[in-house]
């Protein structure tokens, strides 16, 4: 054992329900799921996200990221039977106001720049959540099917406070960004390109293929 160091071969299985991981070369490909199928952003993953990157993190023998989804979506859609499980169509107390959406959802973003090793992010189809896990990558290649949209508020009648909104800000610019989120705009993959939020498009059968060729 060494002090501050974690390895593929016992982290891999700890976070096997959420992630899958491959590695070769020193390019470790970690890809969200849901029971082997396309993510859904469960109340798990979220709070799941942090700690698996830190043990990507610590681990010496990662030199490149390749982060992505599974099958034809990245990530556009939620659990809601975990809100029932956890309670959280209950009035929030600390557990489920601070605890969780405000101490998860401000460390995350930093869960992915904290990594010091490259990072691509490949979009493999709609995300409609959490967008920033796509975006704050250090390469960051889109499939040919791949749309965004933002939520916040017009499916959910609320601000968006996650940090994602001072990304698409960066990303966009002031007016764009505030046009994009506040009508619910999908946007396509020219257009994200076109926009300067990814750097390349490439058919879908073709992503991870590309990313690794990166």
Known sequence: KQMYRTFLDEYGPKWSEYFTFKREDGILEM?????????????????????????????????????????????????????ERYGFRQPMNFDRGYDFWYFDQVHEPFALLNLQIPVIGAINGPFFIHQELALLNDIVIASESTTMADGHYTGMGIVPGDGVQTIFRELMGINRAKHFLLTGQTVGAKELLDLGLIGEVVPDDQLLDRAWET
């Open 31 to 83: 890809r969200m799921h849901t029971e082997h199928g396309p993510a859904k952003w469960s109340l798990e993953l979220h709070r799941a996200f942090i700690p698996a990157l830190a043990d990507v993190h610590h681990d010496p023998d990662n030199e490149v990221l390749i982060f992505s989804g599974t099958g034809d979506k990245f990530l556009d859609s939620m659990d809601p039977e975990g809100w």
